[in-house]
């Protein structure tokens, strides 16, 4: 490499090299931006969980044109981490509960780094053979803690949503096709389900969104009918997509029975684990989640209970023929990547051709801490949200809005014997979560149940503790009572 090139060399050495760095320019910005990151790690508890900031602002603080010559690299950095990083939701936040949380383990990150620094394409077994090695390996470690079989496989996407193209590409296959095809999921699926059945070419009005019963999982009587009715009016089922962990309230639907039924009617059953899959790694999450090895396939993300950054969802389906079948095309352009008997083409199994290598972070974070300690961080976000749902029950000013199964916690501030109603209601509880969101460190989000507006907390990260969900809750059961005492003076 060229000594004298990057941005601070001189200016007119605009040939050869003009977009490299010497090697102590390199090790320079790397430092740089790794103190940069380490220090947001450690200061992270003392900061907000949210921050964000009006659209004009940060126009006016960043639209510019490109600049024609570069700036000194650090200056770049440097602006990066004070104008434009810091306008986030904190997802790794101790006190960040809202929608799916995420928090990242330290390995993760830097292999994150590694991937970019080494630049793997992950594509074909020719362009990447250890990388794909180590993805089947980190495929195999999932497929034995969901319970599948010699022969299931997979691969890692972009997350949950990607996910769920690939297992409706592969159950639309499986069932030959059908034009007129209909999908069947429950009014609590994620719309990244509905949005990946739109993508195959499922029309709108032909995704059965399946009422939920009173513990928001799939009503099997109503998905039954569903299905029957469709097939008398000349329609073509090929899909049941379940969940094991609705976002909303962190419900499971009933997946043996599920299993049944899509085995009777032969129907390809997903299983949406995207942010509840990886309870699976411990006794408690297995057994919740029994029955999710007879699914067809099962969408996971690894950025969300698994403690890796963005991005690390992950397909794998029963029998590994299935997603071959779905994506197999032989570009001539791509010829000389069948290499060597036996050599799994990743890029086959799914949507991207060139892809990161996102195993590399689960295999990195497992290795440096082991799977004891992975148990007892996913076994922590379980115990916090049963004991915040206890502390729910037992207070006087909260309410609880659905069972506790998988680190979602649902309540509203609704006091005991001062008998709301549910306009009321709703006004305080909307007041409340605005009241968090401006005066409290702590991030939560809301959704309706129902119909009924409802404070959330998802409580899966590994560096949450008690003290974090306590505090959290009692600012909300004190920012109910003031909007109670505030209601009853204007009303
Ligand atoms: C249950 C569920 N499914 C699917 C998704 C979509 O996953 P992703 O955001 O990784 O695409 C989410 C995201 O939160 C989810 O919670």
Redesign the pocket.
């Known amino acids: 490499m060229p000594e004298d090139c990057g941005p601070e060399a001189a200016p007119d050495a605009q040939v050869a090299g003009d977009l490299c760095m010497s090697r102590e320019q390199m090790l320079d910005l790397g430092q740089k931006a790794l103190e940069l990151v380490v220090g947001r790690f450690e200061n992270l508890p003392g900061e907000n969980a949210w921050e964000g900031e009006f659209r004009q602002v940060l126009k006016d603080q960043l639209f510019e044109d490109p600049p024609e010559d570069g700036r000194p690299a650090a200056e770049v950095i440097e602006r990066a981490a004070r104008e434009v990083l810091p306008f986030t939701l904190r997802n790794d936040h101790p006190r960040s509960f809202g929608?799916?949380p995420s928090s990242p383990t330290w390995p993760g990150v830097v292999a994150d780094l590694m991937a970019a620094g080494y630049h793997v394409n992950q594509c074909t077994w020719l362009v990447a053979s250890g990388p794909s090695q180590l993805e089947l390996v980190v495929i195999d470690w999932m497929r034995r803690w969901l319970g599948y079989p010699e022969g299931a496989g997979g691969l890692f996407t972009s997350?949950?949503?990607?996910a769920s193209v690939d297992a409706f590409v592969a159950a639309r296959e499986a069932a030959g096709h059908p034009e007129r095809a209909t999908v069947y999921m429950s009014d609590q699926s994620?719309s990244?389900l509905s949005r990946a059945a739109m993508i195959v070419g499922v029309r709108r009005d032909r995704i059965r969104m399946v009422p939920s019963d009173t513990s928001f999982r799939m009503d099997m009587d109503a998905l039954a009918r569903a299905v029957a009715d469709d097939r008398d009016a000349g329609l073509g089922p090929i899909a049941v997509a379940a969940?094991a962990?609705?976002?909303g309230t962190g419900a499971i639907d009933r997946l043996e029975e599920l299993a049944d039924f899509c085995a009777a009617e032969g129907l390809w059953l997903h299983v949406?684990a995207?942010?509840g899959g990886f309870a699976v790694v411990t006794e408690q999450g297995k057994r919740l989640l029994r029955g999710i090895e007879r699914a067809d396939s099962i969408g996971l993300?690894a950025?969300k209970w698994f403690f890796q950054p963005y991005e690390a969802?992950c397909l794998l389906v029963k029998d590994e023929e299935t997603l071959k079948d779905a994506f197999a095309v032989r570009p001539d352009i791509l010829q000389d990547t069948v290499w060597g008997a036996n050599h799994p083409n990743f890029s086959n199994l799914g949507l991207q051709l060139s892809r990161s290598v996102r195993a590399l972070k689960v295999w990195m974070s497992i290795q440096t801490f082991g799977m004891a300690a992975f148990r007892r961080a996913v076994s922590n976000g379980m115990e916090l949200s049963a004991r915040a749902e206890d502390y729910v029950r037992e207070s006087p000013v909260l309410e609880a809005m659905c069972a506790v199964t998988l680190g979602v916690v649902c309540f509203r501030v609704n006091p005991a014997g001062e008998d709301l109603d549910e306009e009321v209601l709703d006004k305080v509880n909307r007041t409340v979560l605005a009241r968090m969101f401006w005066d409290d460190p702590a991030f939560m989000s809301s959704t309706l149940l129902r119909g009924t507006f409802v404070l959330r907390m998802c409580i899966i990260n590994h560096t949450t503790t008690w003290d974090d969900v306590r505090e959290t809750l009692e600012a909300v059961e004190r920012f109910g009572s003031e909007a109670v005492r505030a209601g009853k003076r204007s009303g």
């Open positions: 929608f799916i997350g949950g949503s990607a994620h990244a969940n962990g609705t976002t949406d995207a942010y993300d950025h969802g």
